[in-house]
């Protein structure tokens, strides 16, 4: 336990400087009333060599990450295909290097491609590695696929001032990281300017939480019914509201098959209901720039 004196740093004030996301419309004339970011975090054998480098030789624990390559992301590819629905993935440097067939499946389908780290590293404030991490993962990026992500999603999803200032810095349109609000808006930074705009990530509909059990990872694992009654539930609610929910899927977990109907039948909900955009990073976080510039001019 720290000592009390160390709670006399902590800022009286809200983290995030930013006011409430303002509410812009979806799409112009298309009847959507909500959004949803359909996104996929691919960080295959990274997420477990993150938490321990020695993780490397532990083989099974491994193999768990090691399934995203094998058959996870090609299944995840075929059913987005089956839907006609693209979608972001984000994915570490490491899994570009270790897997490029499978990264470049996923650019060859039209998929948008996210920065996602390298080694999927906690970012915490004051870490040495933070900007050698968004370095290499730029370079594997455009290196392998020549890709320049315009979308960033931290690994573990942490953030702090050095990085968001990162972001900015680089020309990056969008992060997708923060859990505090339910429609898109854009940063402040520590000076007062603008940041990148974020897109917040719903926690609920992280598949790892409900659906991946290991030694190093243990949860329990909740069945079908459950989740998709949830994951319904909240799209309605999302649906009344006219707000965005933003999926953090992964196909070391929403790849097998446990998981994958699941997923299925969600996406057909959302697709059936008729009045929800379902889009990439890209798509949303630009449709806020246009909007945001818009009323801009207006006040201008």
Not at 19 to 39: D, E, K, N, V
Not at 218 to 242: A, C, F, N, Q, Y
Request: include cysteine; glycine fraction near 8%; charge should be negative.
């Amino acid at each position: 336990m720290p000592e009390h004196k160390s709670w006399a740093n902590v800022p009286l004030a809200p983290a995030n400087k930013a006011p409430p996301a303002p509410i812009f419309p979806w799409t112009r004339g298309r009847g959507f009333r909500a959004a949803m970011f359909l996104s996929f975090d691919v960080d295959a054998e990274s997420a477990w060599t993150s938490k321990d480098p020695a993780h490397a030789e532990r083989l099974v624990t491994m193999s768990f990450g090691g399934y995203e390559a094998r058959v996870g992301t090609p299944k995840l590819l075929e059913l987005l295909r089956d839907l006609g629905l693209k979608a972001t993935f984000f994915i570490t440097g490491w899994s570009v290097e270790a897997h490029p067939a499978m990264a470049e499946s996923i650019l060859q389908e039209g998929h948008e491609i996210g920065h996602h780290g390298f080694h999927h590293l906690l970012p915490d404030p004051g870490d040495p590695f933070i900007q050698e991490e968004l370095e290499r993962g730029f370079s594997s990026l455009k290196r392998r696929l020549g890709v320049v992500p315009v979308g960033y999603r931290a690994p573990f999803g942490e953030s702090c001032e050095e990085l968001l200032s990162s972001l900015k810095q680089h020309g990056m349109l969008y992060s997708s990281s923060w859990r505090d609000d339910v429609r898109p808006y854009r940063h402040v930074l520590a000076d007062g300017s603008p940041g990148v705009i974020e897109l917040p990530v719903t926690s609920s509909y992280d598949d790892w939480m409900h659906g991946l059990s290991a030694r190093f990872s243990p949860r329990t694992i909740l069945p079908r019914e459950h989740v998709l009654s949830m994951w319904k539930d909240e799209l309605d609610e999302v649906r009344d509201w006219g707000a965005m929910v933003t999926t953090v899927l992964h196909p070391q977990v929403s790849g097998r098959p446990m998981r994958f109907r699941l997923l299925r039948e969600f996406l057909e909900y959302a697709m059936g209901v008729g009045d929800v955009w379902i889009a990439t990073g890209r798509e949303i976080a630009e449709h806020f720039a246009n909007c945001e510039a818009s009323v801009q001019r207006l006040d201008g």
